[in-house]
């Protein structure tokens, strides 16, 4: 069985500053670990993803997530937030079958503030 | 190129009533997964299809609940006598060919709310 905790529902910041959504999963296999983002009214919309490769993983928007094993997490983070990265993000884990079904957190709405 | 694209959008029904949602996967796809989304909460897996067959439907929560995927492309998802619990956003999703690294693209939904 999988699972993903995401710490804090609502992350609000300043404009400028540092975007630091935290996740952890809960595996008994090898991870493969991803983020998405959904804006209002949208679809989900991939930001990283993690598949046992580099361990630090750039992705769209200047985001970017570390898998740390030892602390069974995959924070995600942004060095400047803005104003159009306000949104709920979604951390997800699958891996361990031969098929990719995920296992999401429960979301964690940013608000940026300017 | 065209996403997924899901319809409706938004559906209102009454309970005890009959409802199908649709979902047009990425052409050439043949990964396709159903996700529900309830208010506050991540999306939770229901089905996924390979082609046409229904590899994994354990997440289905009962038998009133039913999709298909015919023709391994278009797929409906199908709620009988549906219950005011059954009110979420509805999520469908393709992936090029399924493996776990594959990336899931999703539609917007249908969101469905019984009365």
């Known amino acids: 069985a999988q699972s993903v905790t995401q710490l804090g529902s609502h992350v609000s910041v300043s404009e400028g500053a540092l975007v630091l959504l935290r996740c952890n999963y809960s595996s008994s296999v090898p991870p493969y670990l991803f983020w998405y983002v959904q804006y209002p009214n949208q679809g989900l919309q991939l930001l990283l993803k993690y598949t046992s490769a580099a361990t630090l993983v750039k992705g769209i928007n200047g985001f970017e997530a570390e898998f740390k094993k030892s602390e069974t997490s995959f924070h995600l983070t942004k060095p400047s937030a803005h104003m159009s990265d306000a949104a709920e993000y979604f951390c997800?884990?699958?891996?361990?079958?031969?098929?990719?079904?995920?296992?999401f957190g429960q979301g964690t709405i940013l608000t940026v503030h300017p | 190129g065209a996403g997924v694209s899901q319809t409706p959008s938004n559906k209102v029904t009454e309970k005890g009533k009959y409802v199908e949602l649709r979902c047009d996967p990425i052409s050439g796809h043949t990964a396709l997964y159903w996700y529900r989304q309830s208010l506050g909460q991540g999306p939770e897996f229901l089905i996924y299809f390979q082609g046409t067959g229904a590899a994994d439907d354990s997440g289905l929560p009962n038998d009133r609940f039913f999709a298909v995927r015919p023709e391994g492309s278009v797929s409906t998802l199908k709620i009988q006598r549906t219950e005011r619990g059954d009110s979420a956003v509805y999520l469908c999703a393709s992936s090029l060919a399924g493996p776990s690294t594959d990336t899931q693209y999703f539609g917007p939904g249908t969101r469905l709310t019984v009365l």
């Open positions: 997800a884990v699958t891996g361990g079958t031969s098929y990719g079904k995920l296992t």
